[in-house]
Nanobody, 127 residues
Framework: QVQLMESGGGSVQAGGSLTLSCAAS???????MGWFRQKPEAEREAVAA???????RYAESVKGRFTISKDNDKNTMYLQMHNQKTEDTATYYC??????????????????????WGKGTLVNISS
C-alpha cells in the first residue's frame, strides 16, 4: 500500500511562487507519479509527471513555469511553481500508478489510471 501526503499549498499573488511537496510512504516514490489539479466543478487534470527514466512532462498551460522533481532519498516529489496565474488556483494532488503501470494519455498521466492519491493541498492565486 502506498500513502501520499501533499503539503505546501497556500495563497500568493499572481506572479508569485510556491513549492508543493508530496511525501510517499513505502515504495511509492519509485512509481510512475505526477501532479494533478482540480478546479471547482471541473475534472482532475494532469499538470506534470515523471516517467520511468525520471524525464519530466508538463501540461502546455504550465510549461516553462512549473518544475517537477523528486528526491529518492527523502521519498518526496516536488512541484515548483513560478510566475503563477489566477487560473492556477485549484486543489493540487499527487498521484501514483500501480506497480508496473505507466499509462500515458496525450503525453501525460491520466487521472483514470492513478491508483493512489493524496488528499490534496489548496493553491489560491489572487490578482
Amino acid at each position: 500500500q502506498v500513502q501520499l501526503m501533499e503539503s505546501g499549498g497556500g495563497s500568493v499573488q499572481a506572479g508569485g511562487s510556491l513549492t508543493l511537496s508530496c511525501a510517499a510512504s513505502g515504495n511509492g516514490i519509485n512509481r510512475c507519479m505526477g501532479w494533478f489539479r482540480q478546479k471547482p466543478e471541473a475534472e482532475r487534470e494532469a499538470v506534470a509527471a515523471l516517467d520511468g527514466d525520471d524525464s519530466a512532462r508538463y501540461a502546455e498551460s504550465v510549461k516553462g513555469r512549473f518544475t517537477i522533481s523528486k528526491d529518492n532519498d527523502k521519498n518526496t516529489m516536488y512541484l515548483q511553481m513560478h510566475n503563477q496565474k489566477t487560473e492556477d488556483t485549484a486543489t493540487y494532488y499527487c498521484g501514483a500508478e500501480a506497480p508496473g503501470v505507466c499509462a500515458w494519455v496525450g503525453g501525460l498521466l491520466h487521472a483514470a489510471y492513478v491508483t493512489f492519491w493524496g488528499k490534496g493541498t489548496l493553491v489560491n492565486i489572487s490578482s
